[in-house]
């Protein structure tokens, strides 16, 4: 039997069952312990970006060629016909008939949805705006996975800019499959929206709202920490907040043994280098598990059994 | 007493009665009921025994079906729709509201994709305590119905 991802667009976490879930993570390990050169073998995939990134685009392009595939596409929309005012359905109809799978990036929020309806081959959504990034949370579960031995009930705090990091909504949907709790660590203006509280009330999942970072770190498996963007406050408020949601090494005294620090990354100053050191810090892994867990998605993806 | 019918009894077509007062123009625009090229009777403010005042609209010629009833739902869910043939009702519909809406409003997310391609809105339809929220298709932005409602 297929396993329940093959030919499957690749859209947005909400579409995914606890065990397709799974089954990217315990994939992802199994190709991190035992690379495959030939899962990919004579797929072309196309690697579409409208928008520039560096660690999504070249994660997912070195996956594609650890498996033996090969890449074709472009790493800025600006030189595409999309310029020229052709439409995404337009484009992606023309890129999909050369292509085996399409990954993709697309500065408006949907884009990647409105690929799949006029793709001839599965679509894998690498961020579309301010909406999904469904692969960084892929590799979010599988190192919190890596790191913990399991997802299930899971203390995870996630701090900053709660309100438009995309990658903090998805993964607390994620873990709210595997009875995971939560704490939030925000200042006001960049609280974690209404819906996103609302679905885990839905769910009946516990979550706490909780003022500073100290007070949650002893009582913590997992901290995921995120960048308060300066540009989304004025000079005033930004100095009253700056420092408040900044881990320094000192601050993990009380920390169990086992948690760990993730960051999607880039960091600038929320995780002060003196933490890096620390045994705690698991955040340069989780971004090289990136290409595991994209390798593991398009392996499923492309192949009937992996 | 004297009795006087103020629009016409309708042959065959549809009658939606019972419409708050206000949202009769909103409802004959968002479903282009003038657009269809029959006669269309809109009665604005007519009094009503229960809401005090009512908007109605009749359209000639034109049976909605349950799926277009259901859509009123969100503007009108008292609103009656009764299906007329040879001066009878044949049909009253039961307002539900529908799972989803399709090609009615425009995603009020201006970023979102929906806006600039070939495609039509589309928004997943979920009733809360208070409130009607939409989730569009394609940006999956999750919105009051009365801000949905307003956009377009």
Known sequence: MANPLYRKNIISIPDFSREELELVVETAARLKAEPSKNLLKDKLIASCFFEPSTRTRLSFETAVQRLGGRVIGFADGGNTSARKGETLADSIKIISSYSDAVVMRHPREGAARLASEFSAVPVINGGDGANQHPTQTLLDLFTIKETQGTLQELAVAFVGDLKYGRTVHSLTQALSLFNCRFYFVAPEVLAMPDYICEELDEKGISYTLAASLEEVIPEIDVLYMTRVQRERFDEAEFKKIQGKFVLHAEMLRHARENMKILHPLPRVDEIDTDVDATPHAYYFEQAENGVYAREALLALVLNETV | MQYTRTVEALK?????????????????????????????????????????????????????????????????????????????????????????????????????????????????????????????????????????????
């Open chain 2, 12 to 152: 065959e077509g549809t009658v939606i009665d019972h419409i708050p007062a206000g949202q009769g123009l909103k409802i004959l625009r968002l479903f282009r009921l003038a657009e269809t090229g029959e006669r269309v009777t809109v009665g604005l403010n007519l009094s009503s025994r229960h809401m005090g005042s009512k908007d109605l609209i009749k359209v000639e010629n034109i049976a909605l079906t349950e799926d277009q009833a259901n859509e009123l739902a969100l503007f009108a869910p008292k609103a009656t729709v009764n299906v007329i043939e040879n001066f009878e009702v044949v049909k009253k519909h039961q307002l539900e509201l529908p799972d989803a809406i399709q090609g009615i409003f425009a995603c009020p997310n201006s970023n979102c994709i929906s806006h600039n391609e070939p495609v039509q809105s589309f928004f997943y339809v979920k009733a809360h305590v208070n409130d009607t929220k939409m989730k569009c298709k394609y940006c999956e932005k999750v919105f009051s119905k009365d801000i949905v409602v307003e956009v377009r």
